[in-house]
């Protein structure tokens, strides 16, 4: 009796090992994964920073719900305390005299207050010499050292997840996503050895940007994972572009829902033809990351590969052979990793129908920096 049982356990364990590979290290099962990262532009209230994740959350699922979410999105509130102070001491000054009812009055204490959104156009005409008189007298710091290291750790926290990370900044909030797109790609290391400048799998989504350039200093090496949209019709930033040289608006639509055409929800996001074209920007810098070696996703029972691996965003395939060689396939389709997968015969599937059929590249392990170019093909061992 007890010889029967071991040899149904035994018929069991061939049948699961047959149907079912355990998973092996947590980073790289992460990768397909998106997660958004938001920080805020200045006079945005916490109330607001909230209300726009909720809305973010909307817009992921709605114009990127081809991609699992790692999680709601999240982000880290940009306060700038300082520079709110300097601009309404200013402000103060330059206007205090002026009658509660003029239009330069009621359109600084909109920029202060956080209300922009909610002037008539007869206010928003003195937008540009408003903000030129003010803003010309200010000591302004493009970043704040506090919220800077607040927003550092928040989004390392997010890192250490391995999904797909999209910085997005709205207004003066990009001078803080491109510091840390330039942080993150310069020094970053995923807790499976590769670090970020290898393989990056951060990209940048600016919106109404007043910077002059996008990604720091990284920016022309990183351009494909950076994406940028302001509208034309966006008021504030024509008068910051005056001042700060900021890039060129790059798309034309009208707001229903906000006179300056700024606001990140009312003008960006809740405006169906504006949020798709920023999805596409997203999406682009998604399809266009590079992830670390993959292998160790899946050991398998085989006498051809000891682990494989796959991305389903990438469409890469990773094998590791059992000599130890690690190649990586490109253009693979989900149903060719799912029957490699489920063979009964990995090595005898890859040598008749992947060898030869798609394009690949072996993988320099051992620095694990990069790939290496190489015209040789391994023959697959196929299973007795």
């Not at 300097?86 to 005299?97: H, L, M, N, P, S």
């Not at 395939?317 to 029957?339: A, C, M, Q, T």
Request: glycine share 6%; hydrophobic share 35%.
């Amino acid at each position: 009796m007890i010889k029967y049982l071991i040899v149904f356990a035994l018929i069991l364990t061939n049948y699961a090992s047959a149907s079912y590979q355990p998973l092996d290290r947590y980073c790289t099962k992460q990768i397909d994964q998106l997660r958004l990262f938001y920080i805020n532009g200045m006079f945005t209230t916490e109330d607001d920073f909230r209300e726009n994740l909720f809305w973010l959350d909307n817009f992921q699922d709605t114009k990127l719900g081809n991609y699992l979410k790692g999680r709601k999105p999240t982000g880290s509130y940009n306060k700038d305390e300082d520079l709110h102070m300097q601009i309404y001491e200013v402000a103060k000054q330059k206007y205090g005299d002026l009658s509660p009812f003029s239009n330069k009055y009621h359109l600084i204490t909109a920029i202060v207050g956080g209300t922009v959104g909610s002037l008539s156009q007869e206010n928003i005409a003195h937008v540009e010499s408003v903000i030129e008189e003010v803003f010309s007298d200010v000591t302004y710091s493009k970043l704040n050292d506090t919220d800077y290291r607040n927003a550092y750790q928040k989004l390392l926290f997010q890192m250490h997840s391995c999904n797909r990370i999209i910085l997005i900044g709205h207004s003066q909030g990009n001078f803080y996503t491109n510091a840390l797109f330039e942080d993150i790609i310069s020094n970053y290391q995923y807790t499976d050895g590769y670090y970020a400048s290898d393989y990056s799998l951060v990209g940048l989504a600016s919106i109404a940007t007043p910077t002059s350039s996008l990604g720091g200093n990284l920016g022309e090496e990183y351009a494909h994972l950076i994406s940028h949209l302001t509208l034309d019709q966006d008021d504030i930033m024509r008068a910051v572009r005056v001042l700060f040289g900021s890039l060129p608006s790059n798309f034309s639509m009208s707001s229903l829902f906000d006179n300056t055409g700024h606001g990140l929800i009312d003008s960006y996001i809740r405006n169906d033809n504006v949020a798709t074209k920023i999805g596409e920007g997203i999406e682009a810098s998604i399809l266009n990351q590079t992830p670390f070696p993959l292998f160790e996703q899946h050991p398998v029972n085989s006498d051809a590969f000891s682990h494989v691996g796959y991305s389903t965003i990438n469409k890469v395939l990773d094998l590791k052979f059992e000599s130890g060689s690690v190649y990586r396939y490109y253009n693979i389709p989900i149903l060719v990793w799912d029957e490699l997968y489920y063979s009964t015969s990995m090595g005898k599937f890859f040598n008749n129908n992947i060898r030869g059929q798609y394009p690949f590249e072996k993988l320099d392990i051992d620095s694990m920096t990069y790939l290496k170019m190489t015209s040789f093909e391994p023959v697959a061992k196929v299973e007795k």
